[in-house]
Nanobody, 115 residues
Framework: QVQLVESGGGLVQAGDSLRLSCAAS????????LGWFRQAPGKEREFLAH??????TYADSVKGRFTISRDNAKNTVYLQMNSLNPEDTAIYYC??????????WGQGTQVTVSS
């Protein structure tokens, strides 16, 4: 059974940092592309970053502030988020794919940034 479980969300102040984690199980983690997405109230889901092998790609909106990384030994993908601002308030999701589209999704973790 495939599971992706996000953690690390919470309420922070503008300028703070958070590190999200996503623990995976039920598939060959090292062979998959892992991604982070977010969805704010009333908005569409937004791609943030993905990591395939050691290669990373970022959305322009988070480039330079967010860093995606993975630990294949722990079957975990991370999202380090720095310089958070209220516009980063959203539910954050991790997802996994071997091809396209993303086949597996976590349940999400709430990040709220106060001004």
């Amino acid at each position: 059974q495939v599971q992706l479980v996000e953690s690390g969300g919470g309420l922070v102040q503008a300028g703070d940092s958070l590190r999200l984690s996503c623990a995976a199980s039920g598939f060959t983690f090292s062979m998959y592309t892992l991604g982070w997405f977010r969805q704010a109230p009333g908005k569409e889901r937004e791609f943030l970053a993905h990591i395939r092998w050691g290669n990373t790609t970022y959305a322009d909106s988070v480039k330079g502030r967010f860093t995606i990384s993975r630990d294949n030994a722990k079957n975990t993908v991370y999202l380090q988020m720095n310089s958070l601002n209220p516009e980063d308030t959203a539910i954050y999701y991790c997802a996994a794919r071997s091809g396209t589209p993303y086949a597996y999704w976590g349940q999400g973790t709430q990040v709220t940034v106060s001004s």
